[in-house]
Nanobody, 124 residues
Framework: VQLQASGGGLVQAGGSLRLACAAS????????MGWFRQGPGKERESVAY????????YYADSVKGRFTISRDNAKNMVYLQMNRLKPEDAAAYYC??????????????????WGQGTQVTVSS
């Protein structure tokens, strides 16, 4: 599957952005989808993931309550709505696909495909 992320940009602290990731090349619903980020000088961090149907989600503690991951299987799209952005959210954001079916609480995705990053900059 090929992944194309978009939607990054410059936003003031407290503002919002919506990232989108378009998937192509395979049956989208076969994949658990996730978003990662990597800021300058930081390790890559899992931000969120969503199960194959869109009914179960996971968030990193650092974004819980501010970010929302969603997917539209009819459009082969996954989204990350980011609200109340903070300077520490600034990073390159990547979408990823795990060719597997979500098995329930405690599931840990092992991603098989990655998109290119989209840059998010948050000014204070």
């Amino acid at each position: 599957v090929q992944l194309q992320a978009s939607g990054g940009g410059l936003v003031q602290a407290g503002g919002s952005l919506r990232l989108a990731c378009a998937a192509s090349g395979d049956t989208f619903s076969r994949y658990v989808m996730g978003w990662f980020r990597q800021g300058p000088g930081k390790e890559r961090e899992s931000v969120a993931y969503i199960d194959n149907s869109g009914s179960s989600t996971y968030y990193a503690d650092s974004v819980k309550g501010r970010f929302t991951i969603s997917r539209d299987n009819a459009k082969n799209m996954v989204y990350l709505q980011m609200n109340r952005l903070k300077p520490e959210d600034a990073a390159a954001y990547y979408c990823a696909a795990d060719y597997s079916y979500y098995s329930g609480v405690g599931y840990y995705p092992e991603y098989d495909y990655w998109g290119q990053g989209t840059q998010v900059t948050v000014s204070s």
